[in-house]
């Protein structure tokens, strides 16, 4: 039936209810337009629905390599219209016409000069249900467009009202849905548009399938893979499905693209979304806006976005709350090219989880020079990263000028970032470089545990950085390791790390605080490689925990507490501008130590060959034992022993410890003096405290010691 109505064209019409239209194998229908007519529109098949009623709604069906082809050609106004199949329905709530390809059939638009819109398959209505299998596609390809126009593979306005009621796009076991255009300018064109009239769209599940996008010689526009405008929504891809966008000159370029929320996003098997495009102003693997959205990535599943020339590259873009990305099994996020901005997932609503687990890896900037490159970055409330097994995130770029961070958290509170078991961050290149970095953000955490790693490389890059943030917990639990050129760098106010792995500073500090006040450090049997700096003000505080030992100086502390299990031994300079307190454990100061006054409290110990620049308190309970093995403490002023305090001497053959104090040596009564005996020491007779100033009171004498306090300043 070829009908000619007004400026519309149709090979094939028919309305009502519960009818069908099929096309058996081998044939066709052609509709062509040709000359300089305007204002025409061209349709190979149109179907009107009458019914609400499912079981009696109309449907078409191509079988085996049965065709639908649609062309024009000289043709110059935006109002013509091209469609392959246009499906629609009369009144509301009525059922769309049920599409079916089948067998290796086709839809087939041809484009010739401008067109205002060109839909291989557009359905409308309610249950939108339209299925490609066994190979069969639709084609929309537009040559010499021009400016403005539309261009759909296949096209569904769902119009139920609930999401039980949606159909669903389904390609099967090879299909495809394709567009190309040759010189567009400021064209809209996608592979598959679900729409939702009334909030809810239909569901698009691509199974083995490709859904394809590109344009060649274009200027300006927007370009989707899959694009999804309504909530509630799923997009599935299984199996070996593909989702290629690749575009020259565009606007905005994405894989699949959804908009009002509560829809998710699945790729499973070895799926892929790959986008690619050169000139263009933004390019994104997956986009999601407005909230309450879902991605996950199974399997060998892949997101590539890879430019030759962009302004922003974007793996994932997710705006509004409450929105979740989950990487599973060995899925890959892989974005590349030459950026301005460059980022494989960019979360800027409140309460975003981001979890990667297994293999999965997230790599930004292999190859390419990008000026801002961040593995993820999230700016909402309450968000989180997580990095479970042998997750890892990767961001590089040789551009010198480049800001580079593995993740970054941004300009929020209650934020959270968590690496497990093997998980990594690394950052490598040239520029201002952080493995993970939070810029004004509060009352946040940072966590390694496991044998999990962020590593900045040399030079200046920082493996853990706070950036004007205040009361934030950064924790490298025991096997976690940080390292960069500056290990951790905490700018702000009450922020505390709490470090019980490894952290390397190869330049000369491994944790700066500098330009902070009011911060905590804690070193719990950690192991750090380089210097230690405080905030300058007087207000930071450093807690040594368990034991270990430390060759690098500390500066700029405000105080330092001792809480330790076992011997914490400190070999270079150390200086803090108030007082040290000793609580248990031993602190060893094999080196110098700048302080107020060092307070020696019950359950603690001094030792160490060391040059103290303080004076020393040994209160009850307190316990000093000069040298190692035997040595030298040496205090530059005065020291008080409690009552209840022990003084700790131990003797080998002719040497034994000694306390060389400038100042005033005060014995309250009750001192206990302990001596260990070695090899070689009956009989030993020698100082083991002088004073520069005077000696006063005694000791109690432990076992088998005998003390001489006859000479003045001295006690032998």
Do not use: C
């Not at 149709?10 to 081998?26: I, Q, R």
């Not at 049965?66 to 392959?84: E, Q, R, W, Y």
């Amino acid at each position: 039936t070829i009908k000619y109505s007004g400026h519309t064209i149709t090979g094939v019409s028919a309305e009502g209810e519960d009818f069908t239209v099929t096309l058996n194998s081998g044939s066709s229908i052609n509709v062509h337009g040709t000359g300089a007519a305007k204002y025409n529109t061209y349709i190979g098949a149109d179907l009107t629905s009458f019914t609400n009623d499912l079981a009696g709604r109309p449907s078409i069906t191509l079988n085996g390599e049965s065709s639908i082809v649609v062309s024009n050609s000289g043709l110059n106004s935006f109002a013509t219209a091209l469609f392959g199949i246009k499906a629609d329905n009369v009144g509301d709530e009525k059922y769309a016409p049920d599409i079916v390809l089948n067998g290796g059939s086709t839809v087939l638009l041809n484009a010739y000069g401008a067109a205002n819109k060109a839909i291989g398959i557009y359905s409308e209505g309610v249950k939108t249900d339209v299925t490609l299998s066994g190979g069969s596609a639709v084609h929309v390809t537009g040559y010499g467009v021009g400016s403005g126009g539309k261009y759909t593979g296949i096209y569904v306005a769902e119009e139920s009202a609930t999401s039980d009621g949606v159909g669903t796009i389904t390609l099967n076991g090879g299909s495809q849905s394709s567009v190309y255009l040759s010189g567009a300018e400021y064209a809209r064109a996608n592979g598959i548009t679900s729409y939702g009239k009334n909030g809810y769209a239909a569901n698009v599940v691509l199974n083995n399938s490709l859904v394809k996008v590109e344009t060649v010689n274009g200027d300006s526009g927007t370009y989707n893979g899959i694009y999804v405008y309504g909530a509630h929504a799923s997009v599935t891809l299984n199996g070996e499905s593909n989702v290629e966008v690749d575009v020259e000159g565009a606007t905005y370029a994405a894989g699949i693209a959804t908009y009002r929320g509560n829809n998710t996003v699945t790729l499973n098997g070895a799926s892929e979304v790959g986008v690619s495009g050169d000139d263009v102003g933004e390019l994104v693997g997956i986009r999601m806006k407005d909230g309450d959205n879902t991605v996950v990535m199974n399997g060998s599943s892949q997101l590539g976005v890879h430019a030759g020339a962009a302004k922003e590259v974007l793996g994932m873009r997710l705006t509004g709350d409450n929105n979740a990305v989950t990487l599973n099994g060995s899925a890959v996020v892989d974005v590349d090219g030459h950026a301005g901005y460059a980022a494989g997932i960019l979360s800027s609503g409140d309460y975003a989880s981001i979890a990667m687990n297994g293999n999965s890896r997230l790599v930004v900037g292999a190859s390419g020079n990008v000026d801002h490159a961040k593995g993820i970055r999230i700016n909402g409330y309450g968000s989180s990263v997580t990095l479970n097994d042998d997750a890892s995130v990767a961001v590089t770029s040789y551009d010198s000028d480049s800001r580079l961070g593995g993740i970054v958290l941004n300009n929020n509170e209650n934020m959270a970032v968590t690496l497990n078991d093997r998980a990594s961050v690394a950052t490598s290149g040239y520029g201002n470089i952080a493995g993970i970095y939070a810029r004004d953000v509060d009352n946040s955490s940072i966590t390694l545990n496991g044998q999990s790693s962020v590593n900045a490389g040399y030079g200046i890059g920082i493996g853990i950085q706070l950036h004007e943030s205040d009361y934030n917990i950064v924790t490298v639990a025991a096997g976690a390791s940080v390292y960069g050129g500056t290990g951790i760098k905490a700018r702000g106010r009450f922020n505390i790390l709490d470090i019980a792995g490894t952290v390397t500073g190869t330049n000369t500090l491994a944790i700066d605080m500098r330009n902070g006040s009011n911060g905590t450090l804690i070193l719990n049997s950690a192991t750090i490689n380089g210097g230690i700096r405080g905030g300058g003000t007087g207000t930071d505080h450093l807690v040594l925990q368990g034991a270990g030992q430390f060759d690098g100086t500390v500066r700029d502390f405000g105080d330092l507490t001792v809480n330790a299990s076992g011997i914490w031994n400190l070999t270079n300079t150390i200086t803090v501008s108030h007082d040290v307190n000793i609580n248990s454990g031993t602190l060893a100061i094999n080196g110098t130590l700048y302080a107020d006054t060092i307070y020696v409290n019950s359950g603690g110990t001094l030792g160490g060959n060391s040059v103290l620049y303080a004076d020393l308190e040994v209160l009850d309970g307190g316990t000093l034992a000069p040298g190692n093995s035997p040595g030298t403490t040496n205090v530059i002023g005065n020291v008080n022993f409690a009552s209840g305090s022990t003084f700790a001497v131990q003797i080998e053959g002719t040497a034994a410890d000694l306390l060389n104090a400038t100042g005033d040596v005060i014995i309250t009564p009750g001192t206990i003096i302990q001596p260990t005996f070695g090899a070689g020491a009956d009989g030993f007779v020698g100082a083991i405290v002088t004073a520069g100033g005077v000696v006063t009171g005694t000791f109690t004498p432990g076992s088998g010691a005998s003390v001489d306090y006859s000479a003045p300043g001295v006690v032998k």
